[in-house]
């Protein structure tokens, strides 16, 4: 119940955030003079990263909660179950979170040819 609340929070605030940042003109994140903008984007990101962090320390908490109340009720002890579970779900992550990044990036046309120092990154950028 309390990673369902925190994931849909953390959505929430990171929607919230792309909203922003789409929304956004040049000149708008300016920390001088602080505009309803630039609070807001604080927050939001503040709260985002809050929210995101969140969730990974409370699995280690909750697992071993889960298997001290499976003990007392089964008598099993599935800690050893509960650590693979949590070991193989890891690697999963682990190996999916660089997958995807490769996607997106192979989606916005950096599948042809890697990026070097010659690549214009922004090339109307007067600097």
């Known amino acids: 119940m309390v990673v ?3 994931a ?28 309803f903008y630039s609070v807001s984007f604080v927050i939001a990101y503040m709260c985002g ?3 995101s962090t969140s969730p990974s ?7 071993a909660d889960v298997s001290d ?4 009720e089964s008598g099993h002890y599935v800690s050893g179950m509960m650590g693979t579970i ?3 779900t890891d690697s999963i992550a ?7 990044i ?14 070097d120092e010659t690549t214009a990154l922004t090339p109307n950028y007067d600097g």
């Open 4 to 6: 369902c609340y925190l």
């Open 8 to 35: 849909q929070n953390c959505t929430a605030f990171l929607v919230a955030l792309g909203f922003l940042v789409w929304q956004a003109q040049p000149g708008m994140l300016d920390f001088t003079n602080l505009t």
């Open 49 to 51: 990263r809050q929210f």
């Open 57 to 63: 320390g409370l699995i280690l908490t909750i697992a």
């Open 69 to 72: 109340f499976e003990t007392s």
């Open 86 to 88: 949590f070991s193989l």
């Open 94 to 100: 682990s190996s999916l979170a660089p997958m995807s």
């Open 102 to 115: 490769g996607w997106v990036l192979a989606a916005f046309g950096y599948g042809a040819a890697y990026p």
